[in-house]
């Protein structure tokens, strides 16, 4: 195996950086779309509802089924994985982020009102802050689902971890199926001890995590 | 005949330096209403789950109508008992028919005698049998739910019954409601009572004697007015006398 | 692309409809042994602090794995097939069962044991009349979970011989044919809503006192 990394390095770098990639522009997009929902879900608390009953559906159709689904009006390709990737995190972070912010104790918030703060304002001064533990803790689960479904985008040719895997196992190379199945668990075990690892050192305030 | 007997009970936890209960002897006939007082970790909870072999004494035995109860199943024990805590502890995927019913299903009554206990109990403590049956305990109020658990722990008939707080988390009308009712019942059925509890006025007002807990040990043993006329020490003085302050207030604000 | 789909599904109807039932084959066997597993070890480790560390965390870190990875890794031990692919979805649904099974038994509260043990139960009962019945929706939560991982992943399955509606997919795929790639997807997701809308409904049923109105 060792020796495979030392005459290929390039075919199972590359991989791991694409998978990065992939994580990392899904992760800002939909962390951007998750804030001025969640944002507009304070507004208007009916339209959380609806959101987290849409959201959810959509989140347990299968990516595969996604992937396909979508092929046929935006292509083959990172774009759609993109996408479908957007699309199961909104359900993981709306749900955390508005169960997170809807458990900051009320009595906080109506002091925060009686001084004359505006929503917003209650929003990103006190009901963030409190509630940063969840929130956290959505984004973490989010990540994690992203890396695993990731694996699943090399087969609409998005690249990733997962072309190691569909290529071993289209040549029965055991080689790369280590490979590919080494770093990208290693990659979800590692950064989620990492996520949980800052998120309990920043223990001083209460939240709870929502498992999917 | 003597109901109970504690014959010098006393229990140290593992985990503590101290007897949580401290060489406890007192006897209780039967039909007596007995409140157990004192604040909470005086030992009185433990004391009342000792009685039912929810906790072994360290040392010291309890006798139940001549028998030591060391020498008996728990489980025969505790089924010759009732017993009620704070938190009630209505099982919530049972109906109210089924949480009154659960012991006598166990011990395997026929159902034209269950239906009947069933309906007798929800009479007793004034609940339509024809509403509130097939109810879950999740669909009753605070009060309505501890009905049910007295109900539960009456469904036996047993001769004892243990109470743990019973009305601890009820609000003040309601609780004033309920204890009327438990004398009530008291009187009629000519049970033994066993009532644990913090608040004095609770415990001088159902009480025919009472059992004043401090530390583990019991500091006096009475008559609710022989305790008042004869206070057994500083203690039971000053408990007495934050009593009689309050009422002193409401005599104040009286117009 | 309308008519193209009919046209396949017209010429292909017993063929979908044998990978519908392997499909469900699958995932339902592969669910049975997760629960057979699950449940009973997720018990054990509640019963005792230490067995609850030691048996949770390792069922946390596979609970992160990649899905893809885990039905992959087998193929060097056991070939390809339905035996590796069966064996992947169970390992796949067995952490959130067997986490569930733990949190489900440690949140019956004490006195809800204590109260049961006082009027006489003994703890053979206490388990079979309370602590069973009361962790059994956090239990049934996690097979949900599992069911709905199970069927996705026996998506994937298809790509390792083990048959099943992923054959579709796939097929549409390496053809570059988005009517397949569709019939494939809308079945799939289907499968997937369907069988979480007919638990919840059963689990509705099972459990009256869930969805009453307080």
Redesign the interface.
């Known amino acids: 195996m060792i020796e495979y990394l030392r005459s290929h390095p390039d075919k199972i770098i590359n991989p791991f950086i694409e998978h990065i990639e992939l994580v990392l522009v899904t992760l800002v997009i939909s962390v951007a779309i998750a804030v001025i929902l969640t944002m507009l879900c304070v507004r208007f608390e009916r339209l959380g509802f609806i959101l987290l009953q849409l959201f959810s559906?959509i989140y347990?159709?299968?990516?595969?089924?996604?992937?396909?689904?979508l092929?046929?009006i935006t292509g083959l390709g990172f774009k759609t994985a993109v996408i479908v990737l957007v699309f199961y995190n909104q359900y993981l972070l709306l749900r955390n982020f508005l169960v997170g912010i809807g458990e900051v104790d009320p009595a906080v918030t109506e002091a925060a009102k009686g001084i004359g703060m505006k929503p917003m304002q209650v929003l990103w001064k006190i009901q963030v802050p409190l509630a940063r533990k969840a929130l956290f803790a959505g984004i973490r689960l989010a990540v994690?689902s992203t890396?695993?479904?990731?694996?699943?985008a090399s087969?609409?040719n998005a690249g990733g971890l997962?072309d190691l895997?569909?290529d071993?196992?289209r040549t029965?190379n055991?080689v790369k199926?280590?490979w590919?199945?080494i770093l990208?668990?290693g990659l979800?075990?590692g950064i989620?001890a990492l996520l949980k690892y800052i998120s309990d050192r920043d223990s001083s305030q209460t939240g709870h995590e929502r498992?999917? | 005949m003597e109901a109970i007997a504690y014959q010098g009970v006393t229990k140290k936890f593992n985990n503590s330096e101290v007897n949580s209960v401290d060489h406890v002897s007192a006897t209780i006939a039967e039909g007596e209403f007995i409140t157990i007082l004192g604040s909470s970790g005086c030992g009185k909870t433990t004391l009342l789950k000792m009685t039912n072999r929810l906790y072994e004494p360290t040392e010291g035995k309890i006798i139940l109508f001549g028998e030591d109860i060391s020498t008996v199943d728990p489980i025969v024990v505790r089924r010759r008992m009732g017993y009620v805590i704070q938190q009630v502890g209505l099982f919530p995927h049972m109906t109210i028919e089924d949480n009154i019913a659960a012991i006598p299903k166990l011990s395997k009554w026929d159902k034209e005698r269950i239906n009947n206990r069933v309906t007798e109990l929800l009479e007793l403590i004034d609940l339509d049998p024809a509403t509130y049956r097939k109810r879950y305990p999740s669909q009753l109020s605070g009060g309505q739910q501890q009905r049910v658990g007295l109900a539960r722990a009456l469904v036996t008939d047993p001769k004892i019954m243990l109470m743990d707080e019973p009305f601890g988390a009820i609000d003040a009308i309601t609780r004033l409601n309920l204890q009327n009712e438990l004398k009530k019942i008291h009187d009629e059925m000519k049970k033994t009572f066993l009532l644990v509890t913090h608040d004095i006025n609770e415990a001088f007002k159902l009480g025919d004697r009472v059992m004043i807990m401090n530390a583990g040990r019991l500091l006096q043993f009475d008559t609710p007015r022989n305790i008042v006329q004869n206070p057994a020490d500083e203690f039971v003085d000053t408990l007495i006398r934050s009593a009689r302050d309050q009422e002193e207030f409401w005599e104040a604000v009286k117009i | 692309m309308w008519q193209k789909m009919c046209e396949y599904i017209a010429d292909n109807y017993m063929k979908i409809l044998l990978q519908v039932r392997d499909h469900l084959v699958i995932s339902l066997l592969a669910l049975a042994a997760a629960v057979i597993i699950g449940v009973p070890i997720g018990y054990l480790a509640s019963k005792s602090a230490k067995g609850e560390k030691y048996l949770t965390v390792p069922f946390q870190m596979l609970r992160v794995v990649p899905s893809l990875a885990i039905l992959v890794l087998l193929i060097p031990v056991m070939g390809t097939g339905i035996k590796p692919a069966m064996t992947a979805l169970t390992v796949l649904a067995i952490p959130p069962i067997l986490l569930n099974t733990v949190v489900g038994f440690r949140e019956v509260p004490a006195f809800m044991v204590e109260s049961a043990s006082g009027i006489g139960m003994t703890d053979r009962e206490v388990l079979k009349k309370v602590r069973i019945p009361m962790a059994l929706p956090m239990i049934l939560a996690g097979i949900r979970t599992g069911l709905v991982e199970i069927i996705a992943s026996a998506t994937l399955a298809a790509k390792i011989g083990a048959g099943g509606l992923g054959e579709i997919i796939f097929t549409g795929l390496g053809l570059n044919r988005p009517d397949l790639l569709l019939i494939g997807g809308i079945l799939v997701a289907l499968l997937s809503l369907g069988s979480g809308f007919l638990f919840d409904h059963i689990v509705g049923r099972a459990l009256p006192y869930k969805n009453l109105k307080e």
Do not use: H, R
Not at chain 1, 63 to 69: K, P
Not at chain 1, 147 to 152: F, H, L, P, R, S
């Open positions: 559906v347990s159709i299968p990516s595969l089924a996604l992937f396909a689904l092929i046929p994690i890396i695993g479904i990731g694996t699943i087969s609409i997962g895997l569909f071993g196992l029965m055991t199926i280590l590919g199945s990208s668990a979800a075990i989620n498992e999917p």
